[in-house]
């Protein structure tokens, strides 16, 4: 096995989803919480039939942080269901949420002499992020509920297509995740796949002549040009992993993470090198087959 870590796998929260986890040979999950409210016997149940126990809970899509008002009672139902499970090590995964461009256009609109209003706007929403998360923890702290936030994708199926307008201009890189683990108590859940620069992205930049675009290009091309380097600089605060080759675009949320093709095996390598061997690893991949076969390569990779 290549990794000695706890290995888990990305699950939605429907029962054929959590048996073909099972069937995989994969007993432990991350579990994504839906947009409707549930009960914790229901959830108990499905977990209980299924066998799965969970390592993580990714926060309902609905719920992303960074939006005004703060959703604070949909928040508590879902900290109040977790602690009712009973679980060792309760963790909570959570996200921010994307904004509209022509949010960040009336942004800039509004303060149109500040050549840095674009870099304020984001310092902004990264407190904003910061105060929400500070509420969480009050909220899920007697039951030790341990705060996560993923880093958002530098890519992805909303990021400057035909008909969408919906982005994330913070939370890519890290500076912003480093800011916001020095300003709230949590760590980062990282996601590989979010962390992969995609050539769709950069290829969009390159045509527009906005402002926006021209910054946000700046401020990818000046991240870390590989997942690994992103890994090496946000170690210390990183407490679980998403492993995911990259995002694919128009598929179902279930089957966006993309595998590790084989050409890439040396990455999975150099990365079982560097991660810390007590984090837990979860697959984040869709559908019985692709997690077995995610398994098997695992099984099959030695370390140099």
Known sequence: MLFTNPIAAYCPIHFHALRQTADAGCPQIELQLPNDPYSATE??????????TPVAFRAPVSLGL??????????????????QLNLERPRLVCHAAPVPLGAIFEYMDDHPTDFHSLQEMKSELVKRIAAQLNQLHELGKAANIELFIENAPMGGDAYFEPGHSMLYPVLR???H?????????????????????????????HR???LFAGATEQEILHAPNHWLRFHELCKERIGLVRLGY??????????????????TYDELIDFAEQVDPSLPIVLAVGGKEALQQSLATLHELKRT
């Open 177 to 205: 995740l480093l800011q916001l683990t020095e300003q709230a108590p949590v760590q980062i859940c990282f996601d590989t796949a979010h962390a992969r620069i995609t050539s769709n992205a950069l290829t969009y930049m």
């Open 66 to 83: 960074g939006t005004s008002p703060f959703p604070l009672e949909e928040w508590k139902h879902w900290l109040a269901l977790i602690a």
């Open 43 to 52: 959830l108990s149940e499905l977990l209980q039939l299924s066998k799965l």
């Open 246 to 263: 990259a995002l694919s675009w128009g598929d179902t949320p279930s089957t966006r993470h993309i595998p590790f093709p084989e050409s």
């Open 173 to 175: 890189t890290p500076r």
């Open 208 to 210: 527009s002549r906005s």
